[in-house]
């Protein structure tokens, strides 16, 4: 993505942004200055609602911080590279590192690991993954770590066996996919969709399971806890989501701060307390 398109994207969801503290232009250049709001942009479940829970219960002190809610198909990662914001909260470690590796960026870092969205295994058609019918289809993400993410948990609901173990030394996540299936007794078949989309897959009537991202599965008006077959284990968990800036605004004050804020033991206790399971904060993992 282009700077002048990013830039555009930008100015499309500028309109629908959340502001928390004094909101400012989003074009404008407030990096290295300490004493303006540190911009942010975030996912609107549960993110935003983290940002916004923190900053209302005066977590930041003096800091000021104004969020843009990500919207259509903007990439947050490239915004952030680009200079457009100060900070992104989206993503996990493993995507953002895939994320990297893929576009050639060196400069963006991991501030705070937050919290875990359990991927959930959702599904129209049974209320157990054990009564897939043979040559069943799974919707999984596109993307390289989720897609993998995916894989795992169907080897975890004991539908599928992998010849690598997730976390065993080598294993390389964003190389997993299909050609890693060593045994696949019902023939599973997958497709991969848009992880936005991919809540919507449980309506059609070609797909028979659904491997959906906590954020999107909330969003789309499931309940992770309560409504996946199979979920993601807690422990160990490697996909905690993270607030990501660039190196050069790795000692900012304004960071640290919030940082430290989305680490606390306040920001637990909403998470747990809010979303029930669905998502879990990082401390618990």
């Known amino acids: 993505m282009s700077r002048s398109r990013t830039r555009r994207f930008l100015a499309a969801f500028a309109v ?6 004094t909101v400012a232009a989003c074009s404008s250049d407030n990096s290295s200055d300490e004493n303006a709001p540190l ?3 975030a996912s609107s479940v549960p993110h935003a609602e983290i940002l916004k829970f923190v900053e209302e219960k005066g ?3 003096d800091t000021k911080i104004e969020v843009s809610e990500i919207t259509g198909d903007l990439d947050a990662n490239e915004v952030l590279e680009a200079g ?3 900070a992104n909260f989206f993503q996990h470690v493993p995507y953002q590192e895939s994320w990297s590796k893929e576009k050639g960026v060196d400069d963006l870092v991991a501030v705070a690991k937050v919290h875990v969205e359990p991927l959930g295994a959702y599904s129209k058609k049974v209320t157990n993954v054990a009564d897939l019918r043979q040559g069943a289809t799974v919707a999984l993400s596109n993307n390289v770590t989720n897609f993998a993410r995916g894989l795992y948990l169907l080897q975890q609901a004991g539908l599928i066996k992998l010849d690598q173990q997730l976390g065993a030394p080598g294993t390389d996540i964003t190389q997993i996919s299909e050609k890693n299936i060593i045994d696949n007794p019902k023939g599973l078949t997958f497709t991969q969709v848009d992880p ?3 809540p919507r897959t449980l309506d059609d009537g070609n797909v028979d399971l659904a491997i959906i991202n906590g954020n999107y599965a909330i969003e789309g008006g499931l309940n992770p806890a309560k409504d996946a077959l199979v979920l993601e284990k807690a422990e160990g968990n490697p996909y905690a989501n993270v607030l990501t800036v660039r ?4 000692n900012d004050a304004r960071v640290q701060k919030l940082a430290e804020a989305l680490t606390s033991a306040d920001v637990a206790t909403f998470i747990e307390q809010t979303y029930q ?4 904060p990082a401390s618990a993992t």
């Open 247 to 250: 190196t050069s605004l790795e």
């Open 277 to 280: 399971g669905s998502v879990i």
């Open 196 to 198: 936005p989309q991919l």
């Open 59 to 61: 977590l930041l002190g």
């Open 16 to 21: 629908a942004a959340v502001a928390v503290g």
């Open 84 to 86: 457009d914001t100060d």
């Open 39 to 41: 911009r942010i942009v």
